[in-house]
């Protein structure tokens, strides 16, 4: 049987749980259904290190008793473990408090049909073509430089899965999607001592990968690029963020205006609605719908249809991102964000990388970042770093062990340009942003 023929499977099994929640008196109900199917292969130095076939399917259940609420899991799809299941999430739903947000989004809120969003792609692999790529992806990685001495892996991995959503509305919602990706970990050293660093690929179908060579060389020329290192400066200067770097920094953004944050109150943009948070030219808005991005989804964790949403409108912040709970919470509606957001995209004048170099004049470009340091309450930012010192508007060496900080609201609202180099890797896609002044300090 072919993996997506699974889906109809599936929807049964959600049927099935449905009545049998019913059957147990609960008054609404809904169940999340997860099956997930793949191929990973590691190489290192050659030869295969690692080999791995994955099946895994999981059944998450929550019964609602007026607005007391009940959740269990299982792996098992047997009427036994069902029944069993079910009765465990209704027994826990007996021992909660009452929740008056607790509860399904209303009907009208769910996708009216299905929709195709082209996520579906699978790569027909044999385990043994998957080393072959691996093996020549690091060997290109290897030939850059003869000073790449060493491998941590290169590994190729390719993954179906199937999400299915049910309710006691009578809603039912599924779709297949794969992910495939591509990676390598090189190894440098010379008289300095041995750096480390990485590429990877990563896409819905494997037609839309950088090729293995590819990927190998850019691992490689970015390894080599770190060796020799120096010690920055200690002071205050500008920072130009890589895409994949300030990827998270829009990652710190949106867990700032996530609903559970607001209504927690852990957050350095409470209740910021209607104020300034980025500069007037930059935009954040998600595409759910998008065909065969990374991150669509026609709906939501709560069933709830997705649709565009605009976060943050010229630099104002204009919605948070909303569960059916926490907008409940706060008294707003859901804005099909259960779970998180869809192809985040920041939007604005976007500039080549060479005209962002230009204009630091002394600043650090930080390609890696390392450690936790960065408080969600406060916008207190404190983070190792590593990277590349510039001057005059070009690269001048490599830099590590040092330390960059900052709050982030400051940050934000500072974002002096962006770059055409958006990273799609992901699920934020975000570009290179170089940011007007921040606290770098060196050994």
């Given at each position: 049987?072919e993996?997506?023929?699974?889906?109809?499977?599936?929807k049964t099994?959600v049927?099935?749980?449905?009545k049998?929640?019913?059957?147990?008196?609960?008054?609404?109900?809904?169940?999340?259904?997860s099956?997930?199917?793949?191929?990973?292969?590691s190489v290192?130095?050659?030869?295969?290190e690692?080999l791995?076939?994955?099946?895994d399917?999981?059944?998450?259940?929550?019964?609602?008793?007026?607005?007391?609420k009940?959740?269990?899991?299982?792996?098992?799809?047997?009427r036994?473990a069902?029944?069993?299941?079910?009765s465990?999430?209704r027994d826990?739903?007996r021992?909660?408090?009452?929740?008056?947000?607790?509860?399904?989004a209303?009907?009208e809120l769910?996708p009216?049909?299905?929709?195709?969003?082209?996520?579906y792609?699978?790569?027909?692999?044999?385990?043994?073509a998957?080393?072959?790529i691996?093996?020549?992806?690091e060997a290109?990685?290897?030939?850059?430089d003869?000073?790449l001495?060493?491998?941590?892996?290169?590994?190729?991995?390719?993954q179906?899965?199937?999400?299915v959503?049910?309710?006691s509305?009578?809603f039912?919602?599924?779709?297949?999607?794969?992910r495939?990706?591509l990676?390598?970990?090189?190894?440098?050293?010379?008289a300095?001592?041995?750096?480390?660093?990485y590429?990877?690929?990563?896409?819905?179908?494997?037609?839309?990968?950088?090729?293995?060579?590819?990927?190998?060389?850019?691992?490689?020329?970015?390894?080599?690029g770190?060796?020799?290192?120096r010690?920055?400066?200690?002071?205050?200067?500008?920072?130009?963020?890589a895409a994949?770097?300030?990827?998270?920094?829009?990652?710190?953004l949106v867990?700032?205006?996530?609903?559970?944050a607001?209504?927690r109150?852990?957050?350095?943009?409470?209740?910021?609605?209607?104020?300034?948070?980025?500069?007037k030219?930059?935009?954040l808005?998600?595409?759910?719908l998008r065909?065969?991005a990374?991150g669509?989804?026609?709906?939501?964790?709560?069933?709830?249809?997705?649709r565009?949403?605009?976060f943050?409108s010229?630099?104002?912040?204009?919605?948070?991102a909303?569960?059916?709970?926490?907008?409940?919470?706060?008294a707003?509606?859901?804005?099909?964000?259960a779970?998180?957001?869809?192809?985040?995209?920041?939007?604005?004048?976007?500039?080549?990388?060479?005209?962002?170099?230009?204009r630091v004049?002394?600043?650090?470009?930080?390609t890696?970042?390392?450690?936790q340091?960065?408080?969600?309450?406060?916008?207190?930012?404190?983070?190792?770093?590593?990277?590349y010192?510039v001057?005059?508007?070009?690269i001048?060496?490599?830099?590590?062990?040092?330390?960059?900080a900052?709050n982030l609201r400051?940050?934000?609202l500072?974002?002096?340009?962006?770059?055409?180099?958006?990273?799609?890797r992901?699920?934020?896609?975000?570009?290179?942003?170089l940011i007007?002044?921040m606290?770098?300090?060196?050994?």
């Amino acid at each position: 049987m072919e993996f997506i023929d699974n889906q109809e499977e599936l929807k049964t099994l959600v049927e099935d749980i449905l009545k049998e929640a019913r059957r147990q008196g609960a008054d609404q109900s809904e169940v999340s259904v997860s099956m997930d199917q793949g191929l990973g292969v590691s190489v290192r130095k050659g030869s295969l290190e690692n080999l791995e076939f994955n099946q895994d399917r999981g059944f998450g259940i929550t019964l609602y008793f007026g607005h007391r609420k009940g959740s269990a899991s299982t792996t098992d799809s047997s009427r036994e473990a069902i029944a069993a299941t079910v009765s465990a999430a209704r027994d826990i739903a007996r021992h909660t408090q009452d929740d008056e947000c607790s509860g399904l989004a209303e009907p009208e809120l769910m996708p009216e049909q299905a929709a195709d969003l082209d996520l579906y792609h699978p790569w027909e692999i044999t385990p043994e073509a998957a080393t072959e790529i691996a093996i020549g992806c690091e060997a290109a990685g290897l030939a850059v430089d003869a000073r790449l001495k060493n491998s941590d892996s290169a590994e190729v991995s390719s993954q179906q899965s199937i999400r299915v959503y049910g309710n006691s509305h009578g809603f039912i919602g599924a779709y297949a999607g794969t992910r495939h990706s591509l990676s390598c970990v090189l190894i440098g050293e010379d008289a300095s001592g041995m750096q480390r660093d990485y590429w990877y690929t990563q896409a819905r179908s494997h037609q839309d990968m950088e090729d293995a060579l590819t990927v190998g060389r850019i691992a490689g020329e970015r390894t080599a690029g770190r060796l020799s290192p120096r010690s920055a400066p200690t002071g205050s200067f500008p920072v130009l963020f890589a895409a994949p770097q300030a990827a998270g920094l829009i990652g710190h953004l949106v867990g700032a205006i996530g609903g559970s944050a607001q209504y927690r109150k852990a957050t350095f943009l409470l209740d910021a609605l209607g104020e300034q948070v980025l500069p007037k030219w930059l935009t954040l808005k998600e595409h759910p719908l998008r065909p065969k991005a990374l991150g669509s989804a026609y709906f939501d964790a709560d069933g709830v249809a997705t649709r565009e949403n605009t976060f943050i409108s010229e630099g104002i912040l204009d919605s948070y991102a909303l569960s059916v709970y926490s907008g409940k919470k706060l008294a707003r509606a859901t804005t099909g964000n259960a779970g998180g957001v869809h192809n985040l995209e920041l939007m604005g004048a976007a500039e080549s990388f060479e005209n962002l170099l230009s204009r630091v004049d002394k600043g650090l470009y930080v390609t890696e970042l390392m450690g936790q340091g960065v408080n969600s309450v406060t916008g207190d930012y404190s983070r190792g770093a590593a990277g590349y010192w510039v001057e005059d508007g070009k690269i001048q060496y490599p830099v590590d062990e040092l330390t960059i900080a900052g709050n982030l609201r400051d940050m934000y609202l500072n974002v002096l340009a962006m770059g055409d180099d958006a990273d799609r890797r992901g699920n934020i896609l975000s570009p290179s942003l170089l940011i007007e002044r921040m606290t770098i300090a060196g050994q």
